[in-house]
Nanobody
Framework: QVQLVESGGGLVQPGGSLRLSCAAS????????MGWHRQAPGEQRELVAY???????NYADSVKGRFTISRDNAKNTVYLQMNSLKPEDTAVYFC???????????????WGQGTQVTVSS
């Protein structure tokens, strides 16, 4: 079994910063892409950023220049550094990863349970 667990969410004032972490554990052989999505109340889940196994990154236009995604392959962990936060960044943030696991032997996409980020004064 594979699990993804997020941490680092919370309440922050506009203009502030937060760093989210997502650690994958279990019978992992390798992890391809890893990413962050978010879902605000009444809205659809949207892609925020993702990073490939080789380190290539892609960002939603709304977060370019403010958010940075990175990963530590040795720790099976992906991070999201969020700077210059705005009230419209308020959402539940989910991480996901495409994981090659050894038991069961398969390639599958896994999701974390989500962490709340609230930007408010």
């Amino acid at each position: 079994q594979v699990q993804l667990v997020e941490s680092g969410g919370g309440l922050v004032q506009p203009g502030g910063s937060l760093r989210l972490s997502c650690a994958a554990s279990g019978s992992i052989v390798s992890i391809a892409s890893m990413g962050w999505h978010r879902q605000a109340p009444g809205e659809q889940r949207e892609l925020v950023a993702y990073v490939s196994s080789g380190g290539s990154t892609n960002y939603a236009d709304s977060v370019k220049g403010r958010f940075t995604i990175s990963r530590d392959n040795a720790k099976n962990t992906v991070y999201l550094q969020m700077n210059s936060l705005k009230p419209e960044d308020t959402a539940v943030y989910f991480c996901n990863g495409v994981v090659v696991s050894s038991w069961p032997r398969r390639v599958a996409e896994y999701w974390g349970q989500g962490t709340q980020v609230t930007v408010s004064s």
